[in-house]
């Protein structure tokens, strides 16, 4: 649980801060390869890590390919729901409210408003880090599984605290 002896305000702003970081390395990341590569440019040009440039008109491992429209309107109600959970939902569940579940919703957020940038302006997303058999992907990628990954463990560690049995013990 958050220390209430420090403000709310606080961390709201360090959720906000680590989404803004996101969203700028993500996209100068992005403008960098986008001006010093051609499509399918790979520096290496083999080995089991590389700068790949592509664009991706679909979501992770390019499923949905050419469905930017749906992909950019899944991801504005993903931002949405962020939103609604870290003002909202957090108040209902105190121990999801916790610093790190900030950190991580901070990169989810970060993430996903990073390639809504590219669908809505450019209609493809620009991908560029290829690592072994993974499909190439982006810095905005990178945060969403990273923060995933954050908040997933945290709801493992902490699911005891969720179960209202266990409360009543």
Known sequence: MLNRNQPQAKWNIIFFALALLAVIIDQISKWWIQNHFYIGQSVPETGPFRLTYAQNTGAAFSIFNGRTDILAVISMVGV??????????????PSLDTHLNKIALGLILGGTAGNLIDRVWLHYVRDFIDAGPWPVFN??????????IIFATSLLFFARDLDPENTKR
């Open 139 to 148: 810095a905005a990628d990178s945060f969403l599984v990273i923060g995933i």
């Open 80 to 93: 949405i729901v962020i939103l609604v959970f870290n003002f909202i939902i957090y108040r209902h569940f």
